[in-house]
């Protein structure tokens, strides 16, 4: 992990950002840091390492600028434990909320899901080889030799009947190998867990309580065999995952995924603004200074339990975001205030920001609706007057009834192109080829750039 964080440069970790988010050069450039020096702390001396801080951050911006898709993205590029969890979730329960804590759990769950993978993949091999074995068993029980049984004696029934089996069972092999039999069914042995439903009297538990107790008692349960038929394809995906859990040390994966998660885990706090009320105030106003006093200790750093481990959160990092349209970052308690040092202020996408996100990015919005035409076997493009016009209408809207972002690209997409996706493959059969051009635009949009209730398409 440390080998692909020392690979990526703070310029080179802007560049990978640009191919999928278009602008916002202040933030990347901030998280590029902040990612950068997650190596630098790991290669300081060890006595420095536990003194260095992370340096979160807090975006500000209005909705559908990118501060979501930043995070998400930087977690992706380090190959880090990302989890996202919007503040108001705290406060929904009246005073009560959700656990706050709760969000450490998540990132801890999802490191550990990262590190089975991997464990998984380095198994693979021989999970695959105990599989296929497991599956000719199935077809052909093998015929073992005899006792006592010297290669020097003269051969006999059963051992010609032993060689005849074990070559049959090499060409099925090869068979089960290629596919050539996967649609065959046959009768395997799996492994399923006596899992009892539990209620819960008393006063309310979170999903993830529930199920951290629904797994402890799965636990104490004896696992259980159940003769299943099904086909030698559905066969090799059962069976390779229990193989695959047979060779994975668990202790080893908690151990590792807690590594991960204290020194490359972040934790994107979105809607921060929705928790910040002036002090003094009452009734809603306590409730959300006791979220924020709350995520305090976690951001902080401070020790959490989980199913897998304690993990100290004292070098996640963790970035917050909020449009602060009616609050102001320092309507924040000061404490969590002085936890965010690095504040960036995300700029509103213009018109020409539109015409690049529905050009440029790798994913962009474009791109998928071409690729989701090709799957029917139709060829879609559109003109650069086409993308022009699509971009005007998007900002016009942003402009006149409510500013939502990039995401009003997708509003505006999926209405012009409502009617060609309905078509497909009835009246637009494979082979055909559909050009967006600027007079489709204008005519499919007309209506919806006219009309001002627009309470149907906004998101």
């Known amino acids: 992990m440390a080998k692909n964080l020392e690979a990526l440069t703070p310029r080179q970790i802007v560049a990978e950002l640009d191919k999928y988010i278009i602008g916002q050069q202040e933030a990347k450039k901030n998280v590029a840091i902040s990612l950068r020096n997650r190596w630098r702390r790991m290669n300081a001396p060890a006595e420095m390492q536990r ?14 600028c990118g501060k ?8 992706q590029l380090a190959d880090a434990p990302f989890t996202k969890v919007e503040a108001s979730k705290f406060t929904e329960v009246g005073y009560v909320g959700r656990d706050v804590e709760s969000m450490v759990r998540d990132l801890v769950e999802q490191a550990v899901h990262m590190v089975r993978a991997a464990k998984k993949e380095s198994v693979k091999e021989r999970a695959a080889q105990a599989v296929e074995d497991a599956i000719l068993d199935a077809l052909i029980p093998a015929v073992r030799q005899p ?19 074990e070559r049959t069972r090499e060409r099925f092999r090869e068979k089960i190998r290629n596919g050539e039999i996967d649609a065959r069914k046959i009768e395997i042995d799996v492994q399923q867990s006596a899992a009892p439903n539990i209620g819960v009297m008393g006063g309310p538990i979170d999903d993830s309580s529930m199920m951290n107790i629904q797994e402890m008692l799965s636990g104490m349960m004896p696992k259980q065999r159940k003769k299943r038929k099904v086909t030698i394809g559905e066969a090799k995906r059962i069976l390779l995952e229990e193989e695959a859990s047979k060779l994975i040390d668990m202790d080893e994966v908690k151990e590792e995924a807690i ?21 003094g ?24 339990n989980t199913k897998y481990g304690v993990i100290q959160t004292d070098h996640i990092l963790f970035i917050a975001a909020g449009a602060f349209h009616v609050a102001k ?10 936890r965010f040092p690095i504040r960036v202020e995300l700029q509103p996408l213009t018109r020409a920001d539109f015409v690049r996100i529905l050009r440029e990015p790798k994913n962009a919005l474009t791109r998928q609706y071409e690729a989701m035409l090709a799957a029917e076997g139709v060829e879609l493009s559109f003109n650069d007057e086409a993308l022009e016009a699509l971009a005007d209408v998007a900002f016009r809207l942003n402009t006149e009834v409510e500013n939502i972002g990039a995401r009003r690209l997708q509003t505006v997409v999926s209405q012009l192109l409502n009617d060609v996706l309905f078509d497909i493959p009835d009246a637009i059969g494979p082979n055909a080829h559909v050009v967006v051009t600027k007079e489709l635009v204008e005519n499919r949009l007309a209506g919806l750039v006219q009309n001002r209730d627009l309470s149907q398409y906004i998101l």
Request: proline share 8%; charged share 25%.
């Open 51 to 64: 003194e260095i801080m992370p340096n979160n951050i807090l975006l500000i911006g209005p909705t559908g």
């Open 68 to 75: 979501t898709e930043i995070a998400r993205r930087l977690a």
């Open 147 to 165: 006792t006592g049984f010297q290669p020097s004696q003269e051969p006999n029934e059963s051992t010609s009947d032993a060689e005849l089996n």
């Open 259 to 279: 590594r991960k998660a204290e020194n490359l885990g972040m934790i994107f706090i979105d809607e921060i603004d929705k928790v910040a009320a002036k002090s």
């Open 281 to 304: 105030g009452s009734g809603p106003d306590v409730s959300r200074e006791g979220v924020q006093r709350d995520l305090l200790p976690i951001v902080e750093g401070s020790t959490v």
């Open 329 to 338: 970052p320092s309507d924040l308690i000061p404490e969590l205030q002085g």
